[in-house]
């Protein structure tokens, strides 16, 4: 007598898990099971009388300081948080979508990274977005203690893991022990403010201005926050103020690490805050395993050098360090137990 087959059955899953790092410069997307599948600036371009969006991402930033009076390109987070809402409802459905493609009508669950200390208001506008941007769940992490876990920090452990996370908005520094920030600081210095003094600095003494993007370049081609090279130069062109005409200049690796001490400054007396009220116990777990820096501003030259000169405590950049927080919504999404540990709402 054949033996009866079991009839097939599964279970259709309607949602995929999808963790985003929502930063003011730039948004990183991981997909459970894939890993990081997007890395884009976060910029939006309409056309403002007619109000049709006509780029995302890295196409969108190309056009900043380069369209038409009808053209805007648009950063719709600033210091971290949303400062236009519905720019960045649309710019994150683009991502969702952009992150589903290829899963039909299935909608996701999604775990976003939020700066310290923003307040209701701010986080009730990041949810909001998210749900109408098509997500099934949304739930929020500080951006911290994302990073610490994509960093890979004992963040559940009764250890103190002090993560220094430098984004384009923010700048954020936190002592994370068993999942929560012992002791942190937030402030809105970060890359963003680096290109502005740099912008500044040309301004005031050489009558040139610059663009956010010549900035930007400026920083990482020659950018150091101690130490440059005493014969590193670069060109850099813009426009002269007094007469209008396109110019270009000859500046130093040094004066450019001078014009950035003012934002890092500010940077190392939060750390210093945040040191001073650490718990003494805590306190030895970082005197034996250091600090650690994350963020796109990680990557600037000499940071850790700046940091250990000023703190004489050591300091470790994280592998990748610009990913750091997608990785670590990445990582919290895998793991349930850990998401329901961590996650603020």
């Known amino acids: 007598m054949k033996a009866r087959k079991k009839p097939f059955s599964f279970r259709l899953r309607l949602y995929k898990d999808i963790g985003i790092d929502l930063g003011t410069a730039n948004t990183l997307v991981f997909l459970k099971g894939q890993g990081i599948i997007l890395k884009e600036p976060s910029v939006v371009a309409i056309n403002e009388k007619t109000g049709e969006l006509l780029a995302v991402g890295s196409q969108a930033k190309e056009m900043i300081g380069r369209t038409p009076s009808s053209i805007i390109a648009i950063r719709p987070l600033r210091d971290g948080v949303i400062a236009d809402f519905n720019i960045t409802r649309v710019m994150l459905k683009y991502f969702i979508s952009k992150a589903m ?110 663009g956010e993007r010549t900035a930007e370049q400026t920083k990482i081609e020659i950018g150091y926050a101690i130490d440059p090279p005493e014969k590193l130069t670069t060109i850099i062109k813009g426009r002269n103020l007094a007469t209008g005409l396109p110019n270009s200049i000859e500046i130093s690796a040094k004066e450019i690490c001078e014009a950035l001490g003012e934002p890092l400054m500010s940077i190392l007396d939060a750390i210093r805050a945040t040191l001073e009220k650490t718990p003494p116990e805590l306190a030895s777990d970082i005197i034996d395993n250091g600090m650690t820096l994350t963020g796109g501003g990680a990557l600037l030259k000499n940071i850790d050098k700046f940091i250990i000169f000023h703190t004489k405590m050591p300091v470790h950049i994280a592998d990748d360090p610009l990913t750091c927080v997608a990785r670590g919504t990445g990582r919290a999404l895998e793991e349930i137990k850990l998401l329901r540990k961590l996650a603020v709402i």
Request: no cysteine.
């Open 101 to 210: 493609k290829g899963f039909g009508i299935a909608k996701p669950r999604v775990l976003i990274g939020i700066p310290l200390g923003i307040t209701q208001v701010e986080k009730r506008a990041v949810l909001e977005a998210s749900y109408q941007a098509g997500a099934k769940e949304a739930y929020l992490i500080e951006e911290p203690i994302a990073a610490a876990v994509g960093a890979g920090l004992p963040v559940s452990e009764p250890k103190g893991s002090l993560v220094i996370d430098i984004g384009g908005g923010t700048s954020e520094v936190a002592l994370i022990s068993l999942g929560g920030v012992v002791v942190g600081k937030s402030l809105r210095v970060g890359g963003d403010e680096m290109n502005q003094v740099i912008i500044r600095h040309l301004r005031r003494n050489y009558n040139l201005d610059i």
